[in-house]
């Protein structure tokens, strides 16, 4: 317990400062690609692996690690690449998120690197609306690629994205039509989940990227509409992993603006745990979700509007 204590506390140490830890990996070939250390539960070499009548190709098969049956996927394959041919020399990254626990598998793993979330990029404007990646970066003069391994596995495994008629009959009771909810993620796959289940129970939504282009947002709706600020905008739904500004960096400048501070912030994220709880409640944000489940995100935005 104790050294699980201290692996938290040395964690929650780089909450405020902007940096994350990332996994650098290969595919096929020698191009770099990063994954966020909190998705990554262990790195292990490809065990033997069980076959999946009826899977989707990218799906390799089954990894049995000590009695748990583990989905692995082709993580080269989900992604439009060339089959991760030599499973010897292959790795598998155990990730958990999205309250799931699944494995990527990988042609070969390098090492962590602790990097400034400035230093992370969007990806370049006109690559297009079908490629996988949510970030770029560089390391060692290398161009990293971050994969959106939510859109992979959207596309492998899609979730329920529909929100209850329970739920959307009870939130006709609450007229939400002055408010607007701000919502930053980086993830496209993600923003268009969020956007599709506020707006079936009557919520107006704006999207940004990233937590820069949020906190920007917030300032200039705070210049608009002053003393009003905290009717028109009650509630912030951040991701935690994106470019240029996290979410717990984002969380931690809206609640040390006195103007600001009163902004409820549900963070929702893919990342699970209790390195991410802890961080959570430094930052003081007001609730965390993991994703993806519309009751549960839809009932905590009515929660939050209907308490300013």
Not at 21 to 30: A, K, P, T, W, Y
Request: proline content about 4%.
């Amino acid at each position: 317990m104790s050294n699980l204590i201290s692996s938290v506390d040395q964690r929650t140490n780089i909450v405020g400062q902007n940096r994350l830890e990332l996994l650098i990996f290969r595919l096929v070939g020698s191009q770099p690609f990063g994954i966020n250390v909190f998705k990554v539960r262990e790195v292990l070499q490809c065990p033997e692996l069980t076959e999946m009548p009826g899977a989707s190709e990218c799906v390799r098969g089954i990894a049995h690690l000590r009695g748990v049956p583990i989905t692995v996927i082709d993580l080269s394959q989900a992604t439009g690449g060339k089959r991760i041919e030599d499973l010897k020399s292959a790795f598998v990254l155990v990730t958990e998120y999205n309250r799931t626990t699944q494995g990527f598998l990988v042609g070969g793993v390098d090492r962590i690197v602790n990097i400034n979330w400035e230093q992370i990029m969007p990806p370049p404007k006109g690559a297009g609306a079908n490629h996988y990646l949510t970030a770029v970066t560089k390391v060692d003069n290398k161009l990293v690629q971050v994969i959106d391994v939510e859109k992979v596995f959207s596309e492998i495994s899609p979730v329920e994205e529909e929100v209850s008629e329970e739920l959307k009959s009870q939130s006709r009771e609450l007229d939400l039509s002055e408010m607007t909810v701000l919502v930053a993620d980086d993830s496209s796959v993600a923003r268009n989940q969020v956007k599709k289940a506020l707006s079936s129970v009557g919520v107006n939504v704006v999207l940004v990227n990233d937590g820069r282009q949020a906190l920007n947002w917030l300032e200039e709706k705070l210049e608009e509409y002053g003393d009003d600020f905290a009717q028109k905008v009650p509630l912030l739904i951040s991701d935690i992993e994106m470019p240029e500004m996290d979410g717990y960096t984002l969380t931690a400048k809206v609640k040390a603006n006195p103007e600001l501070s009163k902004l409820h912030i549900v963070l929702h994220s893919s990342l699970s745990g209790v390195f991410n709880e802890a961080m959570v409640r430094k930052v003081g944000a007001d609730q965390f979700i993991a994703k993806f489940h519309p009751d549960e995100l839809a009932s905590a935005v009515r929660k939050w509007m209907s308490t300013n």
